[in-house]
């Protein structure tokens, strides 16, 4: 059974910064795309990172420069550091985790319960 578990999350100034982790288990976590995809209260979600098992890095143009997307196999963890926060980061970011030959659709993997990240101006 696949677990994922975020934290991290909070209240935030604009120009700071936030560090997200997401735990994994109950998969082969090495072979795994692991996402952070985000949800803003009237939209839909989106991918804001992904990184590969070999570790090749997918941004969202608006966080392009400012976030970055890490992953250590052994400790089976994703992380995302969010730098320069602006007010429209404010969401709810879910971590997720998908087989490798799926691509970075909403529809696909499992999903972590989300974590609030709420930045103010």
């Known amino acids: 059974q696949v677990q994922l578990v975020e934290s991290g999350g909070g209240s935030v100034q604009a120009g700071g910064s936030l560090r997200l982790s997401c735990a994994a288990s109950g998969i082969i976590f090495s072979i795994y795309k692991m996402g952070w995809y985000r949800q803003a209260p009237g939209k839909q979600r989106e991918l804001v990172a992904g990184?590969?098992?070999?570790?090749?890095?997918n941004y969202a143009d608006s966080v392009k420069g400012r976030f970055t997307i890490s992953r250590d196999n052994a400790k089976k963890m994703v992380y995302l550091q969010m730098n320069s926060v602006k007010f429209e980061d404010t969401a709810v970011y879910y971590c997720?985790?998908?087989?490798?030959?799926?691509?970075w659709g909403t529809g696909f993997g499992s999903w972590g319960q989300g974590t609030q990240v709420t930045v103010s101006s």
């Open positions: 997720n985790a998908r087989h490798p030959s799926t691509d």
């Open positions: 990184i590969t098992s070999g570790g090749t890095t």
